[in-house]
Structures are given as structure tokens and as C-alpha cells.
């Protein structure tokens, strides 16, 4: 009999073949050390004096990218017989098969769902004191007779449909909650000693790749601990300043008077939060607190604002003011088109020299050729308007 690969002794260590002399004797080492020189190395007789709880004889396959699974691979793990059932290999059990439990709960519900409804219950009357009723929509039917029970197995009865009905619920409620906890599991790395010991050696010796471990590398852990401690020092930071807010009066009722609310700025002391623009750092200006913004931007005078009146000032009509120039000529466009025939080809175009000094006043007309004409004034014009932003008392002396 070749010697085992691996031995686990009770002081917990694990040792793994390193070597065979050439006597044919089995050399060990400890998992966890790289390099051991032989005459160092414990035999296998060495272990068993110092009890020998576990072997194994074959080492684990180098981990790699799972392949993808099918979803009757993951109802049924060892495939199908030539009548389409799930295959259960000897040692499994049937739980080890999805499609099984899911089929074998079906068949419960369907059961519990035909069976009469409402709470069960003995007959109070003497004359059918062996009868099982139930109380459904107001109305009591008979379930059956149950004579020469035991109390126990008749409590058992009585109780069936609901404990039945809340165990289904309570199992799709796991089930669910298993499947998130699968989709939000970490897997360490297979070549972290940390999680896997000796295994993990033997990974990286079958030529597995050495990766950090996302649980217990020290990177990780100490960024973890450095959040525990972070948010461990900003609740004991809230919890000081809550309390001492607080005012109590000894046999009062309640003996609590008092107690003052936190500011926004205290909220941000304590927990680290900047007060900046929402153009600095995308919060929105929902979200920014609004009085410190107008507190950050007191003094600064906003830049004047520029309208565009689109109007005709021959017949004194104004058509209205936008925040386009763009918008201001469309409006007259289609105001100069709704005075000529549906069907005339029309061509629009606007001029800044129809008027004196019109680029110093931002004044442009709209004129318009209709057919084979010449081109004619329409007297709709865009005026740009400059609107302060502030009042001027000096001005509008």
C-alpha cells in the first residue's frame, strides 16, 4: 500500500509527502513550509506516534474559470436516465437533486392546497365527539372522524394544515435568501493558506496561480477594519453629542424634558462630509443644503440675462419674449406665413441693416421672398434685451 499524500495529526498540523528515500520510505513535511531539508522530514511511522486522525491520497485540481452551467445541469447535477429522470448516483440522496426537492414540495402544496381549508378543530357537541371540523367563510364543515386516537397524534392532525402551510412559506423565504447570499458570496482564493491550509499549497504546487485573497488579504482586512473604526468613532461621536442635548427632570413624567437637534453642520463634522457646489462634485442642488449656498456665493453678482422680443412695431403687436434668438424669429416666421395663401413657396431670411444702428441695438428684420418676387420687408423684428439681474437705484434716478 503506497503512502498517503496528505496526514492530518491530532495537534491539528498537516503534512504532505515531499519525497521517498531509497529504502521506499515516505517522506513529510509541514504543508505550510516551501522548503524542508530530508533529514528533517518526519516518516510516516513518526506521525503515527503522534496519532494520525486523517489521509487522503489524491491531490486537488488547480482551480480554474467554472464553465458555464446549463439549467438542466443545475436541476439535475449527474444528468438524465433514458426515461428523462435525474440520475442519483450511490451515496448521493435525493435532496441533492433541485429538480427532486422542487418536485416533492410541489406535490405537498398541491396536497395541503386540496385538503379543507381554515383552522381544524374536535366537535364540541356530544353527539360527534370524534369529528373534525373546520371553520371556513363562516360556515363549519366536516373534515372526518378520527376515532381511537391518541391525544398526541390527533394534535398532530388538527395542526397539520397550517404548521404544513407555514413551513412551504418559510422554505421559499430560505430559499430565496440562499440565492442572494450565493450571488453576493466571495470565494477566496484557492492559493490562500489563510483559508484553505495545506490545500492551498498544493494548488499553487500543481501549478495553480498565486492571487491575493479578496477575504483575508491585509489589504483588505486593514481597510476593513480602518471602516469598522471609522464608522465605530463617528456613532460614538453622534451618540456623545445626542446625549448631551438631552434634559431629564427626575419624577417627571416623561422624566425626559428636553432634547436639541442635530444641525447639518454637526452632521457633517461628525461624518466627514464636505460642504462644496454641486457643480464641484455632481451633488445636486436638491441635495445641497440651500442657505450655505447662499452664504458660499453672497456678494458674487450674477452675470445679466439676455431676452429676445419678437414683435412688429408698425401695428404695436408684440409676439413674445424667449431665451432664444432662435425661437424669437421662428415665432415670426410663422406668424409672416399665415398671412399669405396655403400653397405659396415662400423663402424667409433676416437682415441687420434694415435699421439704424441695429448691431449696437442687437435689432435684425425679417424679410421674405414669395415665388419669383422680389425680396420685401415683413416689419416683424427680433430685439435683444439685456435684463439686470440687480435694481439700479442710480439709474432709475
Known amino acids: 500500500m503506497s503512502a498517503p499524500l496528505v496526514v492530518n495529526t491530532k495537534d491539528g498540523a498537516c503534512w504532505t509527502r515531499r519525497t521517498v528515500t531509497e529504502g521506499g520510505i515516505a517522506l513529510y513535511a509541514l504543508a505550510d513550509v516551501c522548503k524542508c531539508p530530508e533529514y528533517v522530514m518526519a ?38 436516465g433514458a426515461d428523462g429522470r435525474p440520475l442519483l448516483p450511490m451515496g448521493a440522496h435525493w435532496t441533492d437533486v433541485p429538480e427532486l426537492v422542487d418536485r416533492n414540495l410541489a406535490d405537498i402544496q398541491a396536497r395541503v392546497d386540496e385538503a379543507q381549508p381554515g383552522s381544524w378543530f374536535v366537535s364540541p357537541t356530544a353527539e360527534a365527539p370524534d369529528t373534525v ?14 376515532a381511537n386516537v391518541l391525544p398526541a ?56 496561480v498565486t492571487a491575493s485573497c479578496p477575504v483575508c488579504d491585509p489589504s483588505e ?23 448631551a442635548g438631552q434634559q431629564w427632570e427626575r419624577g417627571r413624567d416623561p422624566e425626559l424634558v428636553s432634547e436639541n437637534f442635530v444641525s447639518q453642520s454637526e452632521l457633517r463634522s461628525i461624518f466627514g462630509i464636505p460642504l462644496a457646489p454641486p457643480w464641484a462634485d455632481g451633488i445636486t442642488q436638491r441635495i445641497a443644503p440651500v442657505q450655505a449656498l ?25 409676439l413674445g419674449h424667449y431665451g432664444t434668438e432662435a425661437a424669437a424669429r421662428a ?67
Not at 486593514?222 to 468613532?233: G, P, S, T, Y
Not at 453672497?298 to 401695428?315: I, K, Q
Open 153 to 208: 397524534d390527533l394534535e398532530l392532525v388538527l395542526h397539520a394544515h397550517s404548521d404544513l402551510r407555514w413551513c412551504l412559506g418559510m422554505i421559499a423565504k430560505l430559499r430565496v435568501r440562499v440565492a442572494e447570499l450565493e450571488a453576493d458570496y466571495v470565494a477566496p482564493s484557492p492559493s490562500c493558506t489563510r483559508c484553505y491550509g495545506a490545500d492551498a499549497a498544493r494548488f499553487v504546487a500543481q501549478g495553480g
Open 294 to 318: 447662499r452664504d458660499e456665493h453672497a456678494g458674487v453678482v450674477p452675470a445679466p440675462v439676455t431676452v429676445y422680443r419678437a414683435e412688429h412695431p408698425d401695428s404695436g403687436i408684440t
Open 221 to 243: 482586512v486593514e481597510r476593513l477594519r480602518a471602516q469598522v473604526a471609522e464608522l465605530e468613532a463617528q456613532r460614538e461621536a453622534l451618540a456623545e453629542r445626542l446625549l
Open 133 to 146: 371540523c373546520t371553520q371556513y367563510e363562516g360556515y363549519t364543515r366536516t373534515v372526518g372522524r378520527f
Open 331 to 397: 415665432h415670426c416666421e410663422a406668424t409672416e406665413r399665415r398671412s399669405w395663401p396655403t400653397g405659396t413657396s415662400l423663402s424667409f431670411d433676416w437682415i441687420r441693416d434694415a435699421l439704424p444702428e441695429d448691431d449696437e441695438n442687437g435689432i435684425a428684420e425679417l424679410v421674405v421672398t414669395a415665388g419669383q418676387s422680389e425680396e420685401s420687408t415683413t416689419g416683424y423684428i427680433v430685439t435683444a434685451l439685456e435684463v439686470p439681474s440687480e435694481y439700479d437705484e442710480e439709474a432709475d434716478a
Open 43 to 80: 516518516t510516516l511511522a513518526e506521525l503515527a506516534e503522534c496519532g494520525i486522525v486523517g489521509s487522503a491520497d489524491v491531490l486537488p485540481v488547480p482551480v480554474g474559470p467554472e464553465p458555464p452551467v446549463d439549467a438542466d445541469r443545475a436541476k439535475a447535477p449527474w444528468g438524465r
